[in-house]
């Protein structure tokens, strides 16, 4: 009788360790899907404020460049030398910060070199 009641005893707790196992298993793949779930709701959320915030940039830029003003013509007629070369450093500073193109800045040059 000891030998039924020990293999019984090792049967029963074979099948408690099994069922113990797959009740983990399963917990564990329910909580790595809630995990995997949240991960992309949270990447998907990041990649929408991103995309308010590249808008909101362009938004910005496109109104800062109506906003900016229209470089004044450049005077025809050359003034004294030491003029002269402000308004040249000043149509060059112009042309650095991208205000005049370059065929706005080629022009204002020949202007005032005559």
Same mark, same amino acid.
Request: glycine fraction near 8%; hydrophobic fraction near 50%; proline fraction near 3%.
């Given at each position: 009788?000891?030998?039924?009641?020990?293999?019984?005893?090792?049967?029963t707790?074979?099948?408690?360790?099994?069922?113990?196992?797959?009740?983990?298993?399963?917990?564990?793949?329910?909580?790595?899907?809630?995990? @995997?779930? *949240? $991960?992309?709701? +949270? %990447?998907?959320?990041?990649?929408?404020?991103? /995309?308010?915030? =590249?808008?909101? &940039? #362009?938004?910005?830029?496109?109104?800062? @460049?109506? *906003? $900016?003003?229209? +470089? %004044?013509?450049?005077?025809?007629?050359?003034? /004294?030398?030491? =003029?002269?070369? &402000? #308004?040249?450093?000043?149509?060059a500073?112009?042309?650095?910060?991208?205000?005049?193109?370059?065929?706005?800045?080629?022009?204002?040059?020949?202007?005032?070199?005559?």
């Amino acid at each position: 009788m000891r030998r039924g009641g020990l293999i019984r005893a090792a049967a029963t707790t074979a099948v408690v360790a099994g069922t113990a196992t797959a009740v983990s298993g399963g917990m564990r793949s329910r909580r790595d899907a809630k995990d @995997q779930q *949240a $991960a992309e709701a +949270a %990447a998907y959320e990041q990649e929408q404020q991103q /995309a308010q915030m =590249d808008a909101a &940039a #362009q938004q910005a830029v496109a109104a800062q @460049q109506a *906003a $900016a003003p229209v +470089a %004044a013509p450049v005077a025809a007629a050359p003034a /004294a030398g030491g =003029d002269l070369m &402000a #308004q040249l450093q000043q149509l060059a500073d112009l042309h650095t910060q991208g205000i005049l193109s370059d065929d706005e800045f080629a022009a204002g040059k020949a202007k005032l070199l005559g």
